[in-house]
């Protein structure tokens, strides 16, 4: 029950642990709009040297499938690895079965530009995932 609560409803909303961020500066994840350098904060210098350069990753999201798939996700590189065209793209940082679209879904961090809506990957040079918007909802 608290899996469902705290891994796959804020999956299917399009919401975020902090643990699928990890390691992710907010121009990879989408929260670029959420910085205010207004306001003074811890690493507000270096945050405004990286909104100066197009960043390297990009978090997308993933549906798989595959009903019985078996993909870890994890953060710091430790979730499966993703594919397009035989190259590593990235990995996959959340993976659950969303039970309210009935699908697997999840997130992966993959090298900006390397896929668009629609595409499908390889996680693990086995499973087909579609890259979908990070909002899983029906």
Do not use: Q, W
Request: net charge positive; with cysteine.
């Amino acid at each position: 029950e608290i899996d469902v609560m705290a891994m796959t409803l804020p999956a299917e909303a399009g919401y975020y642990l902090m643990l699928d961020l990890r390691r992710c500066t907010p121009y990879e994840v989408g929260f670029d709009s959420m910085v205010d350098f207004k306001k003074d904060f811890v690493g507000k210098r270096a945050l405004r040297k990286l909104s100066r350069k197009e960043p390297a990753r990009e978090l997308v999201g993933i549906e798989v499938p595959d009903y019985d798939a078996v993909i870890y996700g994890g953060p710091d590189r430790k979730g499966n690895l993703v594919f397009k065209d035989g190259k590593h793209i990235g990995y996959v940082t959340k993976f659950t079965y969303g039970y309210t679209v009935e699908k697997n879904i999840g997130y992966a961090l993959v090298k900006k530009g390397s896929v668009e809506l629609g595409d499908v990957v390889k996680v693990n040079d086995r499973y087909d995932a579609i890259i979908t918007p990070k909002k899983h909802l029906a």
